[in-house]
């Protein structure tokens, strides 16, 4: 069975900067990719960065130069760094596991993301 333990999340000033992690109870590389989403009140939930088994990166246009995925495979460990930080990005931050073929993805608890004066 596979954990995903995220943390990193509050609250910071618009403008500010977080660091999101995710820490996983198996071999990082045994997935097709792993990423980040997030979902604000009332939204569905959408990706905002993902990186691939091979090192592929791709990010919704809004974080765009702002946000930045990596991985540490030794710690089996993926973060997002997340930089000028606006209101808009404020949402509960999911990190999730793409099991391909295994249609059924794994998802964190969750961590909340408020962008607030």
């Known amino acids: 069975q596979v954990h995903l333990v995220e943390s990193g999340g509050g609250l910071v000033q618009p403008g500010g900067s977080l660091n999101l992690s995710c820490s996983v109870s198996?071999?990082?590389?045994?997935?097709?990719?792993m990423g980040w989403y997030r979902q604000a009140p009332g939204k569905e939930r959408g990706l905002v960065a993902r990186?691939?088994?091979?090192?592929?990166?791709e990010y919704v246009d809004s974080v765009k130069g702002r946000f930045t995925i990596s991985r540490d495979a030794a710690k089996n460990t993926i973060y997002l760094q997340m930089t000028t930080l606006k209101p808009e990005d404020s949402a509960v931050y999911y990190c999730?596991?793409?099991?391909?073929?295994?249609?059924?993805?794994?998802w964190g608890q969750g961590t909340l993301v408020t962008v607030s004066s």
């Open positions: 999730n596991v793409d099991r391909w073929p295994n249609p059924t993805p794994l």
């Open positions: 198996h071999n990082i590389f045994a997935f097709n990719a």
């Open positions: 990186i691939t088994r091979i090192g592929a990166i």
